[in-house]
């Protein structure tokens, strides 16, 4: 293992290995809800040429910067 580099550990629930990916994940759908809440009640999901593909993207960017920063 290199200096100053952290292997990324799984948690342990009930007994069973979880992903880190799997917190991440969570952790971003905690975010995503108000994000997608605003774009509903702002009405700019209706400029968006495809809004589940907008969202899905919008998502995936908030595991991506979870991922990095954590």
Request: aromatic share 12%.
């Given at each position: 293992m290199r200096k100053g580099f952290e292997a990324v550990k799984e948690f342990v629930v009930a007994g069973l290995l979880i992903s880190p990916?799997?917190?991440?994940a969570?952790?971003?759908a905690?975010?995503?809800?108000p994000i997608r809440f605003v774009l509903?009640?702002?009405?700019?999901?209706?400029w968006l040429?495809?809004?589940l593909l907008a969202e899905a993207a919008i998502y995936?960017?908030?595991?991506?910067?979870l991922n990095i920063l954590l």
């Open positions: 990916l799997v917190k991440y969570l952790l971003a905690l975010i995503f809800i509903v009640v702002s009405r700019l999901q209706k040429w495809h809004p995936i960017c908030v595991v991506a910067t």
